[in-house]
């Protein structure tokens, strides 16, 4: 079944680089440590370009703690860096946008059949070089897992998501952001995705690019045997 996942990998790659010339890159490492079986912390790092690893124009480094109230619900409180740069090369300035971000968030999940169903809430209070804001994002994903069972999981998953960005200002309507992903666990502690990503911007500069294609490698540790039998099997950040 190993194979099939790198089949699927390449195979996605040479796709989505042979249909666009501006396909840009958007790479994820997080980290995530589970506490117990109802708090954890995770840090995230994240890299984007707008060409195939070329003209890098944004990066992200964040972290927060999450709270699982109850099976199906999490509360997340989240912070961090939000560094975007003008176009036309690597890391070019003066920057668009050089901003500090606080987010609380919940996250609700049911089950229907084979199929995981995820909405996300998220409020954004952004402190940016261009004065304050506030953002509402609403997002829901559907996700497949499949493959042989090993150890309390199956190793793969397909999932779908779309995001919607509002702001309480004109024009309200900022961004949607819609992401087609292939999961792999190589082990309960470790997951790597590949994805196809879209992004509409509505005449916003805080960061640009439509075609991405999404990369990202999730780590998790575990403080005690209890909690390591949870296997998170969450639609990824983004």
């Known amino acids: 079944m190993k194979k099939t996942f790198y089949w699927v990998f390449f195979f996605l790659s040479?796709?989505?680089?042979?249909?666009?010339?501006d396909l840009g890159s958007w790479n994820i490492l997080n980290v995530k440590y589970n506490y117990d079986d109802k708090w954890s912390g995770f840090a995230e790092a994240q890299l984007r370009s707008l060409k195939f690893y070329d003209h890098f124009h944004y990066y992200e480094i964040k972290g927060g703690i999450n709270y699982k109230a109850f099976s199906n619900v999490k509360f997340t409180l989240g912070a961090g860096s939000y560094q975007t740069y003008r176009e036309g090369g690597n890391f070019v300035t003066p920057k668009n946008n050089d901003e500090f971000r606080l987010?609380?968030?919940?996250?609700?999940?049911?089950?229907?059949?084979?199929?995981?169903i995820e909405q996300r809430y998220r409020m954004e209070m952004r402190f940016t070089?261009?004065?304050?804001?506030?953002?509402?994002?609403?997002?829901?994903?559907?996700?497949?897992?499949?493959?042989?069972?090993?150890?309390?999981?199956?190793?793969?998953?397909?999932?779908?998501?779309?995001?919607l960005f509002f702001t309480d200002n004109e024009p309200y309507f900022?961004?949607?952001?819609?992401?087609?992903?292939?999961?792999?666990?190589?082990?309960?502690?470790?997951?790597?995705?590949?994805?196809?990503?879209?992004?509409f911007d509505y005449r916003i500069k805080d960061e640009i690019g439509r075609d991405f294609l999404q990369i990202g490698y999730f780590v998790e540790i575990f403080r005690n045997k209890s909690s390591s039998k949870t296997i998170d099997t969450d639609t990824k950040d983004n």
């Open 174 to 199: 900022e961004r949607n952001r819609l992401l087609f992903a292939f999961n792999y666990k190589p082990s309960k502690n470790s997951t790597i995705q590949i994805g196809y990503l879209y992004q």
């Open 14 to 21: 040479f796709t989505l680089v042979g249909q666009s010339s």
């Open 103 to 116: 987010w609380p968030q919940v996250i609700l999940t049911q089950t229907v059949g084979l199929i995981k």
């Open 129 to 163: 070089s261009n004065g304050y804001r506030n953002r509402f994002r609403y997002r829901v994903g559907f996700g497949f897992p499949f493959g042989n069972e090993t150890k309390g999981y199956q190793p793969y998953q397909v999932a779908v998501n779309n995001e």
